[in-house]
């Protein structure tokens, strides 16, 4: 890590991602910058920590006091929180293609294809040693996408200490499944802690890189994907990026479903899938990946239970319901109390299971992913999104967590049921049971 490179004062918030025009429209008012968020966070120090489409946290290598011009040193390694769970944490990663399916975004690469995190409940003291966080090469690409190249070392990205392991033994017995799927121009990385801490207690986890929707994925053979997803809202007609965003949460439910092929049957595609249960298996996702964990549910029924952290719903749910499977709405209180974003209201009177609508005062749109956790290492904070990053953290592991213990496993969780003393952030803006 070489001190002397920091990043330079950025005090607006903007995106890369999407252009002007799209971020000014009446979708990006509504909608869009709910599901892309501010790609920077400004610090009380005048300090940025970047958010990179692929789920990097990227740091600066020393945090300047702007009033004081003074520079401390940022700590050598920063660290996915220790998950909670009895088990240590295993990672493989799988390569898979669906030939049945032409790529939606580029059709001239043949079959859709997806990069998969398999985080499982190991064996303690097993495995080769500590997976990699991201690859150099999506490092790289993300950096140059923020400006950021020459400023931050590709190092200071890669170096961020997982607690899964690679090459580990699996626990023994049959667990629930649950699919991760990241927020738009995101990588399944960002999602690390909440699938961390649910191998931890005991859950298989299919993480999710859907290609071309990512700033940057890295595939095996030296391939490499960017964001041709985003080319195609850039280039929509005005008032028509939803229409383009719907199409990605249902293009990751076909995604999705076509994984779950995969990871069952005589052949499956991982060594280890025989300690799945394909009877309890779960989606959440952060921004448009929660969309596309209830498309997913609206469109196959192996999928039991949903959660959504902080997404718009750009493909809505069926009039019909969702078949009485419970789902979860988790997102910030400045944008997802009821009546904040519309999407929100009309989708939750269409939820027709068991259901909670929670949102947590204090966050932004990325305190349900890791970058704020990782810029909590730093003393790094968002003025407009105040909730310290371990809080963010803790808070999310732990209300998805219980979600899915109560429904895939049938564990009763009072922090369900209404407001905590232990977490004053989070609010049951609905009452307790989801009604006014």
């Not at 903007?14 to 920077?40: K, N």
């Not at 592991?397 to 049938?410: M, Q």
Request: glycine content about 12%; charged content about 20%.
């Amino acid at each position: 890590m070489n001190p002397a490179s920091a990043m330079h004062v950025r005090t607006s918030r903007r995106s890369t991602a999407l252009p002007t025009r799209v971020r000014r429209s009446a979708v990006a008012a509504a909608t869009v910058l709910a599901l892309v968020a501010p790609l920077s966070a400004v610090t009380s120090a005048g300090t940025a920590v970047a958010a990179g489409r692929d789920g990097a946290a990227v740091v600066p290598a020393r945090v300047a006091n702007a009033s004081e011009g003074a520079a401390d040193p940022v700590p050598e390694t920063l660290r996915l929180p220790r998950p909670t769970g009895r088990h240590a944490v295993g990672r493989d990663t799988l390569h898979l293609l669906d030939r049945s399916r032409t790529d939606p975004w580029v059709p001239q690469a043949g079959a859709r294809e997806l990069m998969v995190s398999m985080y499982f409940p190991a064996r303690r003291g097993t495995g080769a040693g500590r997976a990699p966080y991201m690859t150099a090469p999506e490092a790289k690409a993300m950096l140059e996408g923020q400006r950021l190249d020459g400023k931050v070392p590709v190092d200071t990205v890669t170096s961020v200490r997982a607690n899964a392991r690679t090459g580990a033994r699996p626990v023994g017995g049959r667990h629930p499944l649950i699919v991760l799927s990241p927020g738009f121009t995101l990588q399944r990385t960002t999602l690390s802690v909440l699938a961390e801490e649910l191998a931890a207690r005991g859950y298989v986890v299919a993480a999710v890189d859907h290609a071309y929707e990512s700033f940057g994925t890295s595939f095996p053979h030296g391939r490499f994907t960017t964001c041709a997803a985003c080319r195609e809202v850039e280039d929509a007609p005005e008032g028509e990026e939803s229409q383009v965003l719907a199409k990605v949460a249902t293009g990751r439910s076909a995604d999705i479903s076509f994984l779950l092929d995969q990871l069952g049957g005589h052949r499956p595609a991982w060594r280890h899938a025989r300690m799945i249960d394909g009877h309890r298996t779960g989606a959440a996702g952060h921004s448009i990946g929660g969309n596309a964990a209830a498309q997913a549910m609206a469109d196959d029924p192996r999928v039991r239970a949903g959660v959504n952290l902080d997404g718009s719903f750009f493909a809505p749910v069926p009039q019909g319901g969702l078949g009485g499977r419970p789902f979860m709405l988790f997102g910030t209180s400045s944008g997802h109390s009821p009546g904040g974003d519309g999407s929100w209201d009309r989708n939750w009177a269409r939820l027709d299971g068991w259901k909670r609508w929670i949102t947590v005062t204090g966050a932004g749109h990325f305190t349900f992913n890791d970058l704020p956790v990782l810029a909590g290492q730093l003393g790094m904070t968002d003025p407009e999104a105040p909730l310290p990053g371990d809080r963010s953290g803790e808070i999310t592991r732990a209300y998805v967590g219980a979600f899915f213990d109560r429904h895939l496993r049938g564990v009763p969780q009072p922090l369900l049921n209404g407001p905590s003393p232990a977490n004053p952030e989070v609010v049951f803006p609905l009452g307790a049971r989801g009604r006014p």
